[in-house]
């Protein structure tokens, strides 16, 4: 009795229905005697599983990222919804709206530059002297900044300059300029004294020192003269102002000839002296103050009285002689 021959090819496997040539060999050995009984048919699981073991896998493909566009298409309703709460929000004031405020408009320096600068209105500023002690645009004569009692011997003669007032005076916006009255006289002489408007074209010199030296400083500045005005007005013209009698003018110095980390309106309160509940000066100001100039009508006048020339200079300081006790 034979047995039916192993299952041929790659693709062969027991559990698969029998051959042709398997059932002609089982019937043959039938005929001939008893021979074993029919194969099994495999069954529709057997068949599945066989089949899933021949059929190669098939390689997983790559998962697609989802495009821009179809998330967008996704998170639209979520979205809108968002946008609603937030417009509500800003509605009912839950959330504040930031408000940019108005820009300001620029303000003009409270001091200028530790460098020489042109000024408005005229003049150049001191302003590469700062700190220095004892500087002055135009050099003056031994003693000119200091002050001493005259006495009835020895009265002031020839031309004289004195300063009328000073101070800060503020503008609209809250800056301001130090402004310096300026009085001629010509004590000792009746003759006239006529200085040219523009003060021989070199203007007037302002330094203001502290304790630590120059705070303020400028030089070439114009001045105003108010005898010149009247006499525009009333049609007169001329290069040169009479200042006999008491005449004069002001001259203001401009918050960018200040040193840096100064402002006018300090500067000004430091010009003042200290006095008494009476009004009797007890020391000398903080700051000191000087004015000079020269022309040379100054000098010319001098010249006739019999006095040197001394250059035409004037000057004079916000220093007043202490009451002694």
């Known amino acids: 009795m034979s047995s039916l021959p192993p299952a041929e090819g790659p693709d062969e496997s027991p559990s698969e229905s029998p051959s042709d040539e398997q059932w002609e060999a089982f ?54 919804v ?33 460098e020489a600068v042109s000024l408005p209105g005229g003049g150049t500023s001191d302003g590469d002297q700062c700190g220095t002690k004892g500087y002055h645009h135009f050099p003056l004569p031994a003693g000119a900044t200091a002050v001493e009692p005259q006495s009835a011997a020895s009265p ?40 040219s408007r523009t003060l021989g074209g070199e203007g007037a010199a302002v330094e203001i020192e502290g304790p630590d030296g120059l705070v303020a400083g400028a030089h070439g500045l114009p001045v105003i003269w108010p005898s010149a005005a009247r006499a525009s007005a009333s049609g007169a013209s001329g290069a040169s102002v009479d200042v006999s009698d008491g005449g004069g003018g002001e001259v203001v ?17 430091s010009l003042v002296s200290p006095a008494d509940s009476t009004g009797t000066v007890t020391g000398p100001p903080p700051y000191r103050l000087v004015v000079s100039l020269r022309d040379p009508a100054v000098g010319t006048l001098r010249t006739t009285l019999g006095l040197p020339a001394g250059g035409g200079l004037l000057s004079a300081v916000n220093l007043v002689p202490v009451a002694r006790s």
């Open 27 to 80: 019937l043959r050995d039938a005929m001939e005697g008893g021979g074993a009984g029919a194969p099994k048919e495999a069954s529709a699981r057997d068949r599945l599983a066989a089949a899933r073991v021949r059929r190669p896998r098939r390689p997983r493909r790559p998962r697609r990222p989802r495009s821009a566009t179809a998330w967008l298409a996704s998170a639209a309703p979520w979205t809108a």
């Open 253 to 269: 110095v401009p918050a960018e000839a200040l040193c840096p980390g100064h402002d006018g309106d300090s500067v000004a309160k």
């Open 82 to 114: 968002a946008a609603v709460v937030v417009f509500g929000a800003f509605q009912t004031g839950l959330i504040p709206i930031p408000r940019s405020s108005p820009s300001s408009p620029a303000r003009a320096p409270a001091s200028g530059p530790a």
């Open 156 to 195: 002031a003669f020839g031309p004289q300059l004195s300063l009328s007032h000073y101070g800060y005076a503020a503008d609209p916006e809250g800056e301001g300029d130090i402004v310096i009255g300026l009085r001629f006289t010509t004590p000792g002489t009746k003759k006239p004294l006529q200085v």
